[in-house]
């Protein structure tokens, strides 16, 4: 089960995981959050993915932009990065279930920053009870750029705006994304944030447009 984005990164680890195994691909829509022309550009690169592995793909795309408007109503702004990742697991879980996937594959890596540390990764980590893998962990940016020129991903991931987005359409940066993010949650915290959410997970997972790629 592989969380795939409109980046850089998860397209690369999606696609070594295909190489060693049976995929599943989702991908969290968090529109109207976005930059315009996301799903498009996923669609395009889970495309590019399955012609390198030379076998169709299935791919979920989940709408979770409900779940996105909640976490920002939340007053600890700090903690929004982790929460939204953690949704994300919750929903990557869900079709794991329904699947019968054994794990997830995820594009993180520690030479990122915010949501991505170690100690983060860890909180965000138990979340689920389903395996995590993270086949770029260890790699730096340079290699995993490497990686996307070579599967032909770079190029299709590169025409991304960047950032989150607010809901009429503008760059969020100082919205959606908070100014002095959380590098060192605490799982207390982050749990009874979620607590005090309306977070829908297998709502939406049985809302998902499923396509084949």
Do not use: W
């Amino acid at each position: 089960m592989c969380l795939i984005s409109g980046g850089i990164d998860s397209p690369v680890s999606t696609y070594i995981a295909g190489k060693y195994g049976e995929i599943i691909l989702v991908f969290v829509d968090n529109s109207p959050y976005l930059p315009k022309g996301t799903k498009e550009r996923v669609i395009r690169l889970c495309e590019q993915i399955s012609k390198k592995l030379r076998k169709k793909l299935k791919l979920y795309i989940v709408q979770n932009g409900e779940n996105i408007k909640n976490i920002l109503k939340y007053p600890e702004r700090r903690l929004t990065c982790i929460l939204c990742r953690r949704i994300m697991y919750k929903i990557a879980e869900e079709v794991a279930k329904r699947e019968n996937a054994q794990c997830i594959i995820t594009g993180e890596s520690l030479a990122q920053v915010a949501s991505q540390t170690l100690h983060n990764l860890s909180v965000e980590s138990k979340a689920i009870e389903i395996p995590i893998l993270r086949p770029l962990l260890c790699l730096d940016k340079e290699e995993i750029v490497r990686k996307a020129k070579e599967i032909g991903t770079y190029e299709i991931s590169c025409t991304r705006e960047k950032g989150c987005y607010t809901e009429s359409g503008k760059p969020a940066c100082c919205f959606a994304t908070p100014r002095y993010p959380e590098t060192k949650a605490k799982k207390e915290d982050v749990e009874n944030a979620e607590r005090k959410l309306n977070l829908k997970i297998k709502e939406i997972v049985e809302n998902a447009e499923i396509l084949e790629v």
